[in-house]
């Protein structure tokens, strides 16, 4: 039923490390709001917050949609960034295109796309060099 | 142990959050790597680090926990310091360095990790 289901948008800024993340900070009080519980709100959170810190240091920002039904939270991280050219090794644990500037700021592990995998129930990402990169990620509630 | 008497025993300043420090935490961890943080720890209280900036706090705040140190006379900034409010994570700084400060909590009873069933609340 479409009338079950609650939706977020935001915009993801990509000229601004520093304010990366507010978008997850923002699901997580309202997922709270919600009554949802803790263990799934910090699920949602942590993919939904390496989502959008790669929005910003890979992609030049993007949006972020959530869906909240009775059984899932759905969460859409879409951007018209430079895309994944091979998806399998960008899974990989450790492997990360990212600059010193960027490790030097706590991030470019390489552990992104991992986490947001480990912390979801479902994962799918669409990409295409040159066109942009949209993920999907759902958690069970 | 409680929060107090983690500044206590790291000589620290508190930042913002003073009227949290009766809090009783029992775990922490310690990284530079904010995406470390956010892929290796669980039920952490408390995060030292030597990193400023505030992805330090929204990861914090990500994984729910109460306490972020800074070590090696790192001060963060006003927006760090508004973000953590809004949060209700405390902040304080020391001199020591990472090891140091680490060390000291371990010795005093802080875990890197939850025994079963034990946890903060
Ligand atoms: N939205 C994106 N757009 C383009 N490339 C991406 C995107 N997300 C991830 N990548 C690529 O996949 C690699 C691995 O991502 P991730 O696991 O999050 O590690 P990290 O962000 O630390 O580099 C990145 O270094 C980058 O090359
Ligand atoms: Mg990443």
Redesign the interface.
Known sequence: MPDDVVRFCFDVDGDDFSSAGAASVEVKKRLRQLGISPEVIRRVAIAMYEGEINMVIHADGGKALVEVTPDEVRMTLEDHGPGIADVELAMQEGYSTARENIRSLGFGAGMGLPNMKKYTDTMHIDTEVGRGTTVVMTVKI | MKIREISEKLCADIVCGEDQLDCEVFTACSS?????V??FVKDQAVLLTG?V????I??A????MRCIVFVRKKVPTE?MKCLAEE?GIVLMKTQMRMFEACGILYEAGLKGHVEDGVCDA
Not at chain 2, 32 to 36: I, V
Not at chain 2, 53 to 56: A, E, S
Not at chain 2, 61 to 64: A, G, V
């Open positions: 530079d790597m904010m995406s470390d956010l892929a990193l900036n505030p992805q330090v929204r990861t705040e990500m994984m729910d927006e949060a």
